[in-house]
């Protein structure tokens, strides 16, 4: 074996660049064309290829030096230099904004330095080198998903390690649909502030049901003028008992009816996809808001309680949540959701479903409405109502069938008796 010095080649017209990544260190073997440092002009940043395969005997460049071309990076304790067919087939650079010069073909000087982007099809826009992108590829990840930890922004061989960690565990969105990650300190003033512990389960939670569910929303509106009525009749006596009696109690005992009625919307999809779990009990949780991020606690046997006591449970399940108090007890074991937006408006919206459950109910803000009734119209209270389900699980015609019964059941709360 000899020893040979690798220098840096001819960088075209940059000059004074620096050593921003290195690559490789004393005693690592390395094949020719690996890449032994990183240099970095303020125009592009580039790779230097090894020439030889061998052992790295010394780098004798440090992170932060300026270095120029001729300047020596590392000594090799060479077993084979690069064939000419090696050198010949060496890609011409690509800089990221203004290229380095082609390099002269000069055997005695290693091939020409490589662009960080080498305009690979997947990530071709983020700032990592070739042999980093080499690694990301030979382990699947796509490198729009990854954070880069080096200077500006640049992706180092630990961020795609660190990113397959966290897959590993679970955490990562799946490279094939990570959203680029963007420098927005580029186009103004920012700061990031950390997702609390639940908004971040939170999301994790939404994300896996928006990528599993496949999800349709069906609306509709519930004429809840008696209803809304009858509630408010009963105002004296929600004092006397200290309950505040809102529309939700009412919603959720008529959902858990219309549960009875229909059993697969009261369900879970087995594992393989090959089976319904038909749950028979009617545990229906409720999304509530907190300081800290949406939780879901869950009202256990709802069919068997009456609006009273669901109202109370619901203020009672609400304060804990509030005051992050409830246990994994009261926020397991649901099999349907209600998600209230009432208070603070709108017509409609999308509720992502619970997973794994197959269905959730979001309900709007009541209005009152002229509607028509076969002779005048007449003003009444329509409370919007969209229901998401899974639609591996059922199908239109049962999420429409659903939907109408239970506006029948919140427009004349009687049936509930029946
Ligand atoms: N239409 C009109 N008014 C409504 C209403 C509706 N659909 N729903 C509630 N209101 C009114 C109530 O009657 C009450 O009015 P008063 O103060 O005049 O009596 C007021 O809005 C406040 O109600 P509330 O929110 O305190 O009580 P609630 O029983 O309706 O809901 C709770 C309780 C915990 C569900 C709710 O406070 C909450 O956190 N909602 C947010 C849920 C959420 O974030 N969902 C989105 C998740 S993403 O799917």
Known sequence: MTAREVVIPDIGDAE????????????????????????ESDKASMEVPSPFAGTVAEIRVELGDVVNSGHVVAVLEVTREASSDEAATEPPPAAESVPPKPPPAAPAEPPAPRSQ??????????YAGPAVRRL????????????GSGPRGRILKDDVKAFVKTAMAGGATPASTALPAIDF????????VPLTRIRNRGARNLHRSWLNVVHVTQHDEADVTDLDGFRRSLADQA???GVKLTLL????????ENLGAFP??????????????????RHIGFAVDTDDGLVVPVLRDVDRKGVWALAAEIAELSELARNGRLTPDQLSGGCFTVSSLGRQGGTGFTPIVNAPEVAILGVGRLDTKPRWNGAAFEPRAMLPLSLSYDHRALNGVEGGNFVVALTRLLGDIRRLVL
Not at 16 to 37: K, N
Not at 136 to 147: C, P, W
Not at 275 to 280: A, D, N, R, S, V
Request: proline share 5%; net charge negative; aromatic share 4%.
């Open 16 to 39: 004074d660049v620096e050593v921003i990544e290195l690559c490789v260190g004393p005693g690592d073997s390395i094949e020719v064309d690996g890449a032994l440092i990183v240099i």
């Open 117 to 126: 982007v080498d305009g690979a099809a997947d990530g071709a826009s983020v």
């Open 136 to 147: 990301a590829r030979e382990l699947g990840v796509g490198l729009d998903g990854v954070r």
């Open 185 to 192: 300190s580029k186009f103004g003033p920012v700061e990031e």
């Open 239 to 241: 004092q006397a008992r």
């Open 249 to 256: 109690p009412f919603v959720v005992k008529a959902c858990a």
């Open 264 to 281: 697969r919307f009261c369900a879970s999809l087995n594992p393989a996809v090959d089976g319904l779990i038909l749950k028979h009990y």
